[in-house]
Each structure stands twice: as structure tokens, then as C-alpha cells.
């Protein structure tokens, strides 16, 4: 794996003046300070005035008002800073169209800030309500359970299918060990799972580099590198919620958000992994079948990678044989297995597909060149990046996370399928599209079929 790891102080990249980069652009951080620390919650209020609030719309959701939501409140009454709520159900619910409407419905005009009380679903949709308004958001972390705090997108299902979408960045985010620690379990392991996913996110960002071109930043790699290790190196303090394994985990999502946001893309901390989660999650809206955190989900999502870049490096591609396989490809069927696959959430990515890029003749031919004639290197891409299968595997099961779908209630043998409709869920280069363009997609999904 990669040697470039060293430990890096949050507060201090916080402070870091923007540089203009190596890779052609210019860094900055949107997110100007972090606090996770015990009693943190107890410093809201002077964050709430240094940055301009002077009445505050507060979204949460019953949950995560218990959590945290109520000693917020508490903290800015008792400094005299008046506020709005709005206050979503308890029921686990996908920021969707309704659920953002709500929070529009019900924003109160003479707010000049928001502040989130929550992770996942509410950070996402405060996010959307911060950059809509203009107005600056303060985040207030209910668990550390998934990587989009300090990112400045949000993902979203729009018309049944996961996207992400510009947002706002939070000026501030505060971590509460007391409330962190003591966040449901899986929640935890759900930011652990978020932060493996990013052997692979990192991997495939590189090799997209290789094969597409794209744009791609060592700095932001090397940014995420040091977060995942921080969060390996102290993993195995979740189950007994030391406070410095969840500190760990915490900053590591956090990092990870702010290398997505100099990089102005979500591909440094997303991969063919989160399109696993992404999937089970439309299934779950089209159908009702289970599902569980995000984090979970890609937890599960790498292992899957991981069999796959293992059985990846023992092919050689060539290129009359990606050639022909190609030729041999039918579109329409791959929209019915989509439909049968997804139902209706399948009509977005079907009609993305029909333009996509990847299945124009000329370009899949150029891409096929590029990878046979670089093949080595992306091998050693893989080789430098990756950890063995067997070492995370065993590590989710130390902490007792899923790491089959059959342990989150859904059949391992729908695996190779999903894998298949990884590689149309966006126009993103990942461990799919590799194997489509060189002919071996079935073949990769073969180790989809093995539980994990």
C-alpha cells in the first residue's frame, strides 16, 4: 500500500491559507473549524455569534434531538439566541423530495443560520437548505457513522435515484465525544465502514486517471490515505467505544470531506463500493427489501471490490477480445436486467445509459487501448493501494460489522447483479467499467457470487 500516511492535525489543514496545487488548483478549506472534543456542545452558542447567527433554524430529527438536540437548545436559550425547530420523525427515512420540501415548508424567514443536529439524512438535507438560503450552517454531530459532514455536496434520491447534488459546506462542526460515544453501535461501525471504502475510492480515482485521463490530486489522495489509517490504527477501540477510537473515526469522516471539497469532486471517497449501498437503497424504495447505514452497506460494498481487484490481477486483457466482446454487447438487454433489477428506479440510469460514454464504440475503443497498454501500472495502482481481502474482512468481523448482505437481510446471490449496475448508476470510472472494457465483466461478477 502507499507509504504517503503521515498523520495530519485537523485544526491545523483548517487553518492552512489556500495554495494553488500541483494538480491545477487551488486548495481550500470551506469547513473553518472543527471541534470534537468532550463537552463540545457546551461552546455553541460563541460559534453561533462568530460567524454571524442571529437567530438560528434548527432541523433534527426525534432521534438525534435526544441525542444532542436538546442540550443545543438548551446552550443557545441560556445565551439568549433565539431559534426556530423543525423536527422531523423518528422512522429512518432517504432525504428525498419530500423530506427536503419539508424543511423548506417550514424555514423560518427571520432565521439568518441553520444548524444541523444530526448525521447522515439531516446533515445532507441542512446542506441544501444552507446553500439555498445563502445562509452560513453549523453542524452538530449526532454520530460518527458516514463521511459528508464537511463535503460540499449532498446525496440525495431524486426521482427514486441516489445523487449527489451541490450544497453547502458547514462553517463549523461540532463533535461531542459524550454524544458520539455513545451513538448506536452500528452507527459507529457504519463510519468505519465509510472510511474502508476508501482503499477502494482512492484506487479507482487513480486508475480513472490512467485510463480516462481525469483529473487527479496526489495531495487529496495522500489527505485521505492519512485519515483511513488513523481510523484503521484505532478500529479496534470501537466496540468498547473508547473515546479515542470514535475521535478517530469522527476526524477521519471529517478529513475525508475536506479532501472531497479541494478536490471539487466526490471521487476521492467514493467508488464502485458506494454503488453497492447506492443500489440496495433504490431496491429498498422500489421494493421495500432491507437495508441498512450507508456505512454499513459499504462496508460490505469493499469486500466485494476487494474480491474483485483480486481476481482483476490475475487477467490480461487484450484488446481484439474487448473488442469483441463489446461488439457482442446488447444494450436493450442491459436495460431489461436493469428494470428487473431496480424497477422504476431504473429509468434514470437507463436514459443516462443511452448517451453514456462508455458505450460509444470509438471511446470504449481508446479506453481498451489505453488499458492494455497500461496495464502494468494499473496493476501496480491496485498492488500499492489495496490491503488484502482477508485483513479487512477480519477486521469488520472483530468489530461486528456486517460483511455479507445476507447479514443485513438480503441474498448474497443478487451480489453479481448489483455489481453489473454499479457501472451505470454514473458516469464515473470504477472497478465495473474496468471490467466492461475489457471484456471480463461477467467474469469479475463471478466473485460476487462467493459470500464474504
Known amino acids: ?60 430529527d426525534e432521534n438525534t434531538f435526544a441525542a444532542a438536540g436538546r442540550q443545543a437548545l438548551q446552550e443557545l436559550t441560556e445565551e439568549g439566541v433565539p431559534y426556530t425547530l423543525h423536527l422531523f420523525g423518528k422512522e429512518r427515512a432517504e432525504p428525498d423530495e419530500k423530506m427536503i420540501g419539508a424543511a423548506f415548508a417550514h424555514f423560518d424567514h427571520s432565521c439568518d443560520m441553520i444548524l444541523a443536529v444530526g448525521s447522515g439524512v439531516i446533515n445532507d438535507i441542512s446542506k441544501i437548505v444552507a446553500k439555498t438560503t445563502g445562509h452560513p450552517l453549523i453542524t452538530v454531530a449526532t454520530a460518527p457513522s458516514m463521511d459528508g459532514y464537511a463535503s460540499s455536496t449532498s446525496s440525495i434520491v431524486r426521482d427514486g435515484l441516489k445523487v449527489s447534488v451541490e450544497s453547502a459546506c458547514p462553517a463549523v462542526i461540532i463533535g461531542d465525544l459524550n454524544v458520539l460515544k455513545n451513538a448506536p453501535l452500528q452507527m459507529i461501525r457504519a463510519g468505519l465502514g465509510d472510511m474502508l471504502a476508501k482503499y477502494i475510492s482512492v484506487t479507482e480515482w487513480r486508475i480513472g486517471q490512467i485510463v480516462t485521463g481525469e483529473y487527479y490530486c496526489e495531495d487529496v489522495a495522500a489527505l485521505i490515505r492519512a485519515a483511513l489509517k488513523t481510523c484503521v490504527d484505532n478500529a479496534r477501540g470501537i466496540l468498547t467505544r473508547e473515546p479515542a477510537a ?125 488499458i492494455c497498454g497500461r496495464w502494468n501500472e494499473i496493476l501496480a495502482v491496485i498492488r500499492e493501494e489495496l490491503p488484502p481481502f482477508e485483513e479487512i474482512k477480519a477486521l469488520l468481523t472483530e468489530i461486528g460489522a456486517p460483511v455479507n448482505p445476507a447479514d443485513i437481510g438480503l441474498p448474497n446471490s443478487d451480489a453479481p447483479a448489483v455489481f453489473a449496475a454499479t457501472k451505470d448508476i454514473r458516469d464515473k470510472y470504477i472497478l465495473s467499467t474496468l471490467a466492461f472494457d475489457i471484456g471480463a465483466l461477467d467474469e469479475i461478477a463471478e466473485e460476487m457470487k462467493h459470500e464474504n
Open 1 to 60: 500500500m502507499n507509504g504517503n500516511k503521515k498523520t495530519i492535525d485537523l485544526n491545523e489543514l483548517m487553518r492552512r491559507p489556500a495554495f494553488r496545487c500541483a494538480c491545477g488548483k487551488t486548495h481550500s478549506a470551506h469547513l473553518k473549524e472543527a471541534l470534537i472534543c468532550e463537552g463540545a456542545i457546551q461552546r455553541l452558542s460563541p460559534f453561533v455569534r462568530n460567524y454571524g447567527g442571529t437567530k438560528v433554524y434548527v432541523l433534527a
Open 246 to 370: 470514535v475521535k478517530a473515526v469522527m476526524e477521519g469522516l471529517i478529513l475525508s470531506g475536506v479532501a472531497a471539497d479541494w478536490a471539487g469532486v466526490s471521487r476521492p471517497v467514493s467508488g464502485v463500493e458506494h454503488y453497492f449501498s447506492h443500489i440496495w437503497d433504490m431496491r429498498a424504495l422500489e421494493f421495500g427489501s432491507p437495508f441498512d447505514l450507508h456505512g454499513v452497506q459499504c462496508g460490505i460494498g469493499t469486500l466485494y471490490a476487494l474480491r474483485g481487484y483480486r481476481r482483476l490481477q490475475s487477467l490480461s486483457p487484450d484488446e481484439a477480445a474487448g473488442k469483441a466482446a463489446f461488439a457482442a454487447f446488447d444494450r436493450e438487454a442491459l436495460f431489461g436486467r436493469l428494470r428487473a433489477l431496480l424497477g422504476n428506479a431504473a429509468d434514470p440510469m437507463i436514459s443516462a445509459a443511452r448517451t453514456a460514454d462508455r458505450y460509444d464504440p470509438e471511446k470504449h475503443a481508446a479506453r481498451l487501448k489505453t
